[in-house]
T-cell receptor, first 114, second 112 residues
Framework: AQTVTQSQPEMSVQEAETVTLSCTYDTSESDYYLFWYKQPPSRQMILVIRQEAYKQQNATENRFSVNFQKAAKSFSLKISDSQLGDAAMYFCAYWSDSNYQLIWGAGTKLIIKP | NAGVTQTPKFRILKIGQSMTLQCAQDMNHNYMYWYRQDPGMGLKLIYYSVGAGITDKGEVPNGYNVSRSTTEDFPLRLELAAPSQTSVYFC???????????FGPGTRLTVL
C-alpha cells in the first residue's frame, strides 16, 4: 500500500526567508499525482501545488515550487520570501488510479517569525 | 459560486445519538468525498462518490453511511455516535479524481 511520510512535524522560518518542507512516499506505481495542500488556522484546506509524475519539470506557483525526485520518491516544497500568511499546516498527498483516493501525510506545521 | 458548503460548523453529540452532516457543491463536480481529520493527523477517507447514485467505501467507513441522490449533495450519516468519532469532518469535490479537490470549511464534531 502507498504511504506518505512528512518527517518534520514543525518548521519555523524568518519572514522573507526560504524554507523547504520534506515529503517522501512509497509506491510501486509509475503514474501518479502529488499534491501539497495548505491548512491555515481557519481550517480551510487549500491546494498549493500539484505535480504529475510523468512530467520531469518541477511544478511552480509564484513563491511555491517543488523538488520532485521520482527515483528517490521525494517531493519537497520550497517556499520563497516567506510571508506571515504562509503560517499553516502543510500536507503532502499522493493519488493514483489504483487507489482512487488521496493518501495523506501527517502534516508539517510552518511557523513564520516576524 | 459558493464552492463546497458544509453544515453545521460545530456539533456536540451524546453517545448513541445520530446525526447527518450536510455537504453541497455548486461546481457540477461528479466526484465527492468525505474525510475525517483527527488531531495531528492527515485526512482519512470515509466514503466517496463518483456520481449520483454511486458511492463506495474509503479507508475508515465503519459507523458511517452516505447517499448521493443528486450531483450537488452528499450527506454523511452517523449512526449511534461513539467517542471515537470525535473529529473534524471535511467534504470535498473534484472534476476528475486526479484533479484538485475543493474542500468545504469542515465540521467539528464532539461525541461525549
Amino acid at each position: 500500500a502507498q504511504t506518505v511520510t512528512q518527517s518534520q512535524p514543525e518548521m519555523s522560518v524568518q519572514e522573507a526567508e526560504t524554507v523547504t518542507l520534506s515529503c517522501t512516499y512509497d509506491t510501486s506505481e509509475s503514474d501518479y499525482y502529488l499534491f501539497w495542500y495548505k491548512q491555515p488556522p481557519s481550517r480551510q484546506m487549500i491546494l498549493v501545488i500539484r505535480q504529475e509524475a510523468y512530467k520531469q519539470q518541477n511544478a511552480t506557483e509564484n513563491r511555491f515550487s517543488v523538488n520532485f525526485q521520482k527515483a528517490a520518491k521525494s517531493f519537497s516544497l520550497k517556499i520563497s520570501d516567506s510571508q506571515l500568511g504562509d503560517a499553516a499546516m502543510y500536507f503532502c498527498a499522493y493519488w493514483s488510479d489504483s487507489n482512487y483516493q488521496l493518501i495523506w501525510g501527517a502534516g508539517t506545521k510552518l511557523i513564520i517569525k516576524p | 459560486n459558493a464552492g463546497v458548503t458544509q453544515t453545521p460548523k460545530f456539533r456536540i453529540l451524546k453517545i448513541g445519538q445520530s446525526m447527518t452532516l450536510q455537504c453541497a457543491q455548486d461546481m457540477n463536480h461528479n466526484y465527492m468525498y468525505w474525510y475525517r481529520q483527527d488531531p495531528g493527523m492527515g485526512l482519512k477517507l470515509i466514503y466517496y462518490s463518483v456520481g449520483a447514485g454511486i458511492t463506495d467505501k474509503g479507508e475508515v467507513p465503519n459507523g458511517y453511511n452516505v447517499s448521493r441522490s443528486t450531483t450537488e449533495d452528499f450527506p454523511l450519516r452517523l449512526e449511534l455516535a461513539a467517542p471515537s468519532q470525535t473529529s473534524v469532518y471535511f467534504c470535498a469535490s473534484s472534476f476528475r479524481t486526479s484533479n484538485e479537490q475543493f474542500f468545504g470549511p469542515g465540521t467539528r464534531l464532539t461525541v461525549l
